[in-house]
C-alpha cells in the first residue's frame, strides 16, 4: 500500500535551517509528484513547492521562493524540504503529499506530518 | 493568486442531518480544478472529491461535490459520527495551487 513516512519533530532557533525527509513505499516514486503543503496554529493549509521525482525539476510559490529547497533521492525512494532562515512564523506542521500524476495536481496520499517548532 | 473563501466558519448539526458547505474562489477555477479534504486532529487531510464532483476511491456516497466556475459545494447526505471533522476546498488549476481557511462540522 502506498505509504509517506516523514521525518520526527524538530526544533530550531531564528535564523536555522530545517530538513524534512518524506520516504515513499508502495508505488513507483519517480512516477507521482511530491508537494510540500505546510499548517501553521489556525491558519489555512498552504502550498510551498513541488518536485517531479523522475526528472527533479521543481516549482516554488513565491512566498517561500528563494529560501525553500526541494530536493529527491530516487535510489532512496525519498523527497527532501529545507526551509533556511527560519521565523517564528514558520512555526508549522509540514506534510508531504503524492500528486496523482507527475504535474501539479490534487493529493491522493499525504504523510503523517512534521511539526517544526521555531522559537530561541 | 486564487482566494478561497468557505462558509460557514463552523456548522453544528446532528448525526443524520444533511451539511451543505461553500466554498467560493475569488476567480474562475480552471478545469473546474477543485478538490475537498477532511482533516479530523492529528491527521493528514483525507482526499474526498476531485474535479468538483468526482468522489476519490473508497468514499461513500454520501459525500457529493458539485459547482463550477466560483462557486463549489460539498453536501454530505446524511452526517454519521465519524464525519464530524474540518474540510477544505483546494484548486489546483492555477499556481500557487491554494486551499480555503476550512469549514468545521461539529456534533450539536
Known amino acids: 500500500q502506498v505509504q509517506l513516512v516523514q521525518s520526527g519533530a524538530e526544533v530550531k532557533e531564528p535564523g536555522a535551517s530545517v530538513k524534512v525527509s518524506c520516504k515513499a513505499s508502495?508505488?513507483?516514486?519517480?512516477?507521482?509528484?511530491i508537494h510540500w503543503v505546510r499548517q501553521a496554529p489556525g491558519q489555512r493549509l498552504e502550498w510551498m513547492g513541488w518536485?517531479?521525482?523522475?526528472?527533479?525539476?521543481?516549482q516554488y510559490s513565491q512566498k517561500f521562493q528563494g529560501r525553500v529547497t526541494i530536493t529527491r533521492d530516487t535510489s532512496a525512494s525519498t523527497a527532501y524540504m529545507e526551509l533556511s532562515c527560519l521565523k517564528s512564523e514558520d512555526t508549522a506542521i509540514y506534510y508531504c503529499?503524492?500528486?496523482?500524476?507527475?504535474?501539479?495536481?490534487?493529493?491522493?496520499?499525504w504523510g503523517q506530518g512534521t511539526l517544526v517548532t521555531v522559537s530561541s | 493568486e486564487i482566494v478561497l473563501t468557505q462558509s460557514p466558519g463552523t456548522l453544528s448539526l446532528s448525526p443524520g442531518e444533511r451539511a451543505t458547505l461553500s466554498c467560493r474562489a475569488s476567480?474562475?477555477?480552471?478545469?473546474?480544478?477543485l478538490a475537498w479534504y477532511q482533516q479530523k486532529p492529528g491527521q493528514p487531510p483525507r482526499l474526498l472529491i476531485y474535479?468538483?464532483?468526482s468522489r476519490a476511491t473508497g468514499i461513500p456516497d454520501r459525500f457529493s461535490g458539485s459547482g463550477s466556475g466560483t462557486d463549489f459545494t460539498l453536501t454530505i447526505s446524511r452526517l454519521e459520527p465519524e464525519d464530524f471533522a474540518v474540510y477544505y476546498c483546494?484548486?489546483?488549476?492555477?499556481?500557487?495551487?491554494?486551499f480555503g481557511q476550512g469549514t468545521k462540522v461539529e456534533i450539536k
Open positions: 503529499a503524492r500528486d496523482i500524476a507527475v504535474a501539479p495536481d490534487y493529493f491522493d496520499y
Open positions: 508502495g508505488y513507483t516514486f519517480s512516477s507521482y509528484a
Open positions: 518536485i517531479n521525482p523522475g526528472k527533479g525539476n521543481t
Open positions: 476567480q474562475s477555477v480552471s478545469s473546474n480544478f
Open positions: 474535479g468538483a464532483s
Open positions: 483546494q484548486q489546483y488549476g492555477s499556481s500557487p495551487q491554494t
